[in-house]
């Protein structure tokens, strides 16, 4: 079935480690899209890439990073220099023109 | 300004009335909007995506949409418990950036 699949569903995460969340999608699509969720809040654009080898800063991209090596893949490392990461991340995906993003199960990432 | 505002929640209506959630967008080049419906701990599903001026219905949704006035808005007809979650207004520029609003909690209660 096509999709996309977000992994680890549960990450906890010490204090100073950087930790990366998956993100892969087999839907062909050209965009791709990292969001970051509080409780009771909506979604914050974190980093977005058009195509492969090219991303663009969202909202809140400090002490986050990426790569898009593949049209399959957008992994999110989550870096010590963010200091408060704990929150609920979803990864998205669209095709260009006018069309609707689909959604990945999310990650919830807490810090211990 | 933020790029996409909602009107402020919670929103609580009867059983069977109509739900309006509306939404205002700042950049004018945005070209598509989206509704997504998110229970809470679970990924947005879309409800509705308008890309024209006008009304588009979709069973008991309805989607309106004024680039003019950069609005755009859903109604939700003879509203169910099941309605009820967090709306999520999505608005997407030429250049694929994808910007979602706050969100607006609607309870609909039996």
């Known amino acids: 079935d096509g999709g996309i699949t977000q992994s680890p569903k549960y990450l906890f995460r010490k204090e100073g480690q950087n930790v990366t969340l998956s993100c892969e999608q087999n839907?062909?699509?050209?965009?791709m899209y990292w969001y970051r969720q509080d409780p009771g809040q909506g979604l914050r654009l974190i980093y977005y890439?058009?195509?492969?080898?090219?991303?663009q800063k969202g909202d809140i991209a400090e002490g986050y990073s990426v790569s898009r090596e593949k049209k399959e893949s957008f992994p999110l490392t989550v870096t010590s220099a963010q200091k408060n990461p704990t929150a609920f991340y979803l990864c998205?995906?669209?095709?260009?023109?006018?069309?609707?993003?689909?959604f990945g199960q999310g990650t919830r990432l807490t810090v211990v | 300004q933020k790029e996409v505002e909602q009107n402020s929640g919670p929103l609580s209506v009867p059983e069977g009335a109509i739900a309006s959630l509306n939404c205002t967008y700042s950049d004018r080049g945005s070209q598509s909007f989206f509704w997504y419906r998110q229970y809470s701990g679970k990924s947005p599903e879309l409800i509705m995506f308008i890309y024209s001026n006008g009304d588009k219905e979709d069973g008991r949704f309805t989607a309106q949409l004024n680039k003019a006035s950069q609005y755009v808005s859903l109604l939700i007809r003879d509203s169910q418990p099941s309605d009820s979650a967090t709306y999520l207004c999505a608005v997407k520029t030429s250049g694929s950036r994808l910007t979602f609003g706050e969100g607006t909690q609607l309870t609909v209660n039996p």
């Open positions: 890439s058009q195509i492969v080898n090219d991303f």
């Open positions: 839907l062909n699509h050209d965009a």
């Open positions: 998205a995906s669209t095709s260009t023109g006018n069309t609707e993003a689909f």
